[in-house]
């Protein structure tokens, strides 16, 4: 057995004896849907810094700036599917209980692998719908009043002015959190209440670099419970991992899963 089979085999008897799991993703595990990452050569803020545009005081000096740039991720983000690591960690989620997902990503992409999963397994998807700790681009909020909306990409181009709130004439934003906001509470509540309980984290596809979200893992490891890190690359995580697989979640995940998520029958 080679050492990557060695360390698969490993993770596979880790979660086979779990009894609760919390997986928290990061944008590497849509990396191979075709999303950009955050900090990869590739990435989002190659070309802009995240002081420019994910910030309130960005979209209060630049409203349009801001707004095309989510304008133009939404378009990107619409023509992608879910990998075969989104539909791993649905399979798991809808057919063991205990397990919770937890995504950073704002792309939407682990609740349309949810829902087709689901349909497959004739059940509902419910258990496989993440906390998003990050909000999502497909929806719209007023940065005034309590507005919101769902807002698929439209057919014909978007404005590049943002859109603005139908009940007090607002401007629209995307429902995204920016740095300096708070997360939602109840996915920030409900991700750190199942990592709390968890004796198996798994961080997928994270840098580990932006906080409170990068701490779910770490939440199990205080615990008591075990870290196990998929990643090509180490993180700061890596630290409390016991174990990391190396290499693309797209392909670690079927094959770490493989046995928990092939419908019994
Ligand atoms: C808050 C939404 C407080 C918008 C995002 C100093 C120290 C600690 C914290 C701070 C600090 N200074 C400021 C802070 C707080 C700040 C923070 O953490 N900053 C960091 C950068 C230092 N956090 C905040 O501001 C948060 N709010 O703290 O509020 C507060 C308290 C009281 C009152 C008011 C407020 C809000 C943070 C949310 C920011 N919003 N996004 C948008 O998307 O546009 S963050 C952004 O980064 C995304 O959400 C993204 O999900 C997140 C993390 O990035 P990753 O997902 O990890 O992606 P990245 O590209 O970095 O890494 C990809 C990984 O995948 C890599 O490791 C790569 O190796 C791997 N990979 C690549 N390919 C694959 C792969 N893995 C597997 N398979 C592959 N194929
Ligand atoms: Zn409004």
């Known amino acids: 057995m080679t050492g990557g089979e060695a360390e698969m085999d490993r993770a596979r008897r880790l979660v086979a004896s779990a009894e609760r799991i919390v997986v928290l993703t990061g944008a590497g595990v849509s990396a ?30 630049d409203p349009a ?10 378009e990107r983000v619409a023509e992608c599917r ?9 399979r798991l989620a809808l057919l063991r209980d205990g397990v ?29 719908i993440p906390w998003e700790l990050h909000g999502s681009v497909f929806r719209l909020r007023c940065s005034s009043c309590e507005y919101r909306e769902e807002h698929r990409v439209p057919e014909e181009p978007e404005p590049v002015e943002p859109l603005h709130c139908p009940e007090c004439r607002g401007l629209l934003r995307p429902d995204v959190v920016w740095f300096g ?8 509540d409900g991700a750190f209440q199942a990592a709390r309980e968890a004796d198996l984290a798994l961080a997928v596809g994270t840098s580990a670099m932006v906080h409170p979200a990068a701490s779910v893992p770490l939440v199990t490891a205080d615990a008591g419970g075990t870290v196990l890190e998929v990643n090509p690359d180490a993180t700061p995580l890596s630290r409390v991992a016991s174990l990391a697989l190396r290499g693309p979640a797209g392909e670690l995940l079927p094959e770490l899963l493989s046995s928990e998520v092939t419908p019994q029958g």
């Not at 002081?51 to 979209?59: C, G, V």
Request: net charge negative; glycine share 8%; hydrophobic share 40%.
């Open 181 to 188: 906001e708070m997360l939602p509470a109840t996915a920030l």
């Open 82 to 90: 879910p990998n075969e690591g989104h539909r791993a960690l649905a």
């Open 100 to 128: 919770t997902l937890v995504t950073q990503n704002v792309d939407g992409l682990h609740t349309v692998a949810a829902e087709e999963e689901a349909e497959k397994l004739g059940v509902g998807p419910e258990p496989a």
């Open 65 to 74: 700036l801001v707004w095309s740039w989510y304008a133009w991720r939404r």
């Open 32 to 61: 191979e849907s075709g999303v950009p990452t955050f900090r990869g050569e590739d990435g989002l803020w190659q070309s802009h810094r995240p002081e420019e545009l994910a910030t309130p005081q960005a979209f209060r000096r």
